[in-house]
């Protein structure tokens, strides 16, 4: 996805509608529950589910040298993703299904292009080294280029066929724009859509980022002034300013108030290897899914 695309999208209009919803669907638990959140999502804003199930090109090469049985396999798949089609319609959500072969990250990227997504949701699980949590690579590159907001649900957010729980708090994690960027723009949309209470944190790491006090007085400052403002237009917020490593603030912080969704802006202008890292190792970490959304927070 080239910037030119990326900034296209960005500076479509300021409304916040997610009339287009695309779900990675692999019929795994992770996946099953993005498809949940799908549903609630649709049923609150009136959107329209893609379905979408991706053949790697080494699944696909293992397909054509199985025989029968890696058929049988593929059928199954087939069936499954029928079922789920049968399911949002019985749940009274409009949706269709998509086949699709390729690298995972290149189709979705294009598709979510292609399909004007707002939303795109998935279930990643990623591998664990006994230094440094991280999830794969392939949904920290889609974290990068992705044109539209993205669910993830990390290995603590699986619901394990537990209904989706009421978004009652959201954990919005603030980097202080000057402008209204398109986070706090779906920030204020899904909060009043779902009655939300919204906790801004700005975490500050001392081993990252050389402050003097007098900074800190400004941030805390600017913290209230946005608190405010999102009062004033309709949402229940309070803010809360933080010191330390930056994910594992903000996982303490979203377990200590029970938050049902935490929410990044994720800019595009530049690359921010160091942000989508910290992003990463919360979704890894923390207990409700992760809303990334292109822009600054």
Same mark, same amino acid.
């Given at each position: 996805?080239? /910037?030119? @695309?990326? =900034?296209?999208?960005?500076?479509?209009? %300021?409304? *916040?509608?997610?009339? +287009?919803? &695309?779900?990675?669907? $692999?019929?795994?638990?992770?996946?099953?529950?993005?498809? /949940?959140? @799908?549903? =609630?999502?649709?049923?609150?804003?009136? %959107?329209? *589910?893609?379905?979408? +199930?991706? &053949?790697?090109?080494? $699944?696909?090469?293992?397909?054509?040298?199985?025989?029968?049985?890696?058929?049988? =396999?593929?059928?199954?798949?087939?069936?499954?993703?029928?079922?789920?089609?049968?399911? &949002?319609?019985?749940?009274?959500?409009?949706?269709?299904?998509?086949?699709?072969?390729?690298?995972?990250?290149?189709?979705?990227?294009?598709?979510?292009?292609?399909?004007?997504?707002?939303?795109? &949701?998935?279930?990643?699980?990623?591998?664990?080294?006994?230094?440094?949590?991280?999830?794969?690579?392939?949904?920290?590159?889609?974290?990068?280029?992705?044109?539209?907001?993205?669910?993830?649900?990390?290995?603590?957010?699986?619901?394990?066929?537990?209904?989706?729980?009421?978004?009652?708090?959201?954990?919005?994690?603030?980097?202080?724009?000057?402008?209204?960027?398109?986070?706090?723009?779906?920030?204020?949309?899904?909060?009043?859509?779902?009655?939300?209470?919204?906790?801004?944190?700005?975490?500050?790491?001392?081993?990252?980022?050389?402050?003097?006090?007098?900074?800190?007085?400004?941030?805390?400052?600017?913290?209230?002034?946005?608190?405010?403002?999102?009062?004033?237009?309709?949402?229940?917020?309070?803010?809360?300013?933080?010191?330390?490593?930056?994910?594992?603030?903000?996982?303490?912080?979203?377990?200590?108030?029970?938050?049902?969704?935490?929410?990044?802006?994720?800019?595009?202008?530049?690359?921010?290897?160091?942000?989508?890292?910290?992003?990463?190792?919360?979704?890894?970490?923390?207990?409700?899914?992760?809303?990334?959304?292109?822009?600054?927070?």
């Amino acid at each position: 996805m080239n /910037q030119r @695309a990326v =900034a296209s999208r960005t500076k479509q209009s %300021s409304d *916040v509608s997610f009339q +287009s919803l &695309l779900v990675a669907y $692999d019929a795994s638990e992770a996946s099953e529950t993005a498809l /949940q959140y @799908a549903i =609630a999502v649709a049923h609150g804003f009136g %959107s329209v *589910v893609t379905v979408v +199930s991706v &053949l790697p090109p080494s $699944d696909l090469a293992i397909e054509m040298e199985g025989g029968f049985g890696r058929w049988q =396999a593929h059928q199954q798949l087939i069936e499954d993703l029928q079922q789920v089609g049968n399911r &949002l319609t019985a749940e009274g959500v409009r949706n269709r299904i998509v086949h699709r072969a390729g690298a995972v990250a290149d189709v979705l990227v294009q598709l979510a292009s292609d399909e004007k997504a707002d939303l795109l &949701l998935l279930g990643a699980y990623g591998h664990q080294r006994m230094d440094h949590p991280r999830l794969g690579s392939t949904v920290e590159f889609m974290l990068r280029s992705m044109p539209c907001a993205v669910l993830t649900i990390g290995p603590g957010a699986v619901l394990h066929r537990c209904p989706v729980p009421p978004t009652r708090t959201l954990l919005y994690a603030s980097s202080l724009p000057t402008r209204m960027g398109p986070a706090r723009r779906l920030l204020m949309a899904w909060a009043k859509k779902s009655g939300s209470h919204v906790e801004i944190i700005h975490v500050i790491d001392p081993q990252v980022e050389t402050h003097d006090v007098r900074n800190y007085a400004q941030m805390r400052a600017a913290e209230a002034e946005l608190s405010k403002k999102l009062q004033e237009a309709g949402v229940d917020a309070s803010w809360t300013f933080i010191t330390g490593p930056q994910a594992e603030r903000i996982v303490e912080r979203s377990d200590a108030i029970h938050a049902d969704l935490i929410l990044f802006g994720l800019e595009h202008i530049r690359p921010r290897f160091e942000v989508v890292g910290a992003i990463s190792t919360t979704i890894w970490q923390a207990s409700c899914p992760v809303l990334t959304v292109p822009g600054p927070a």
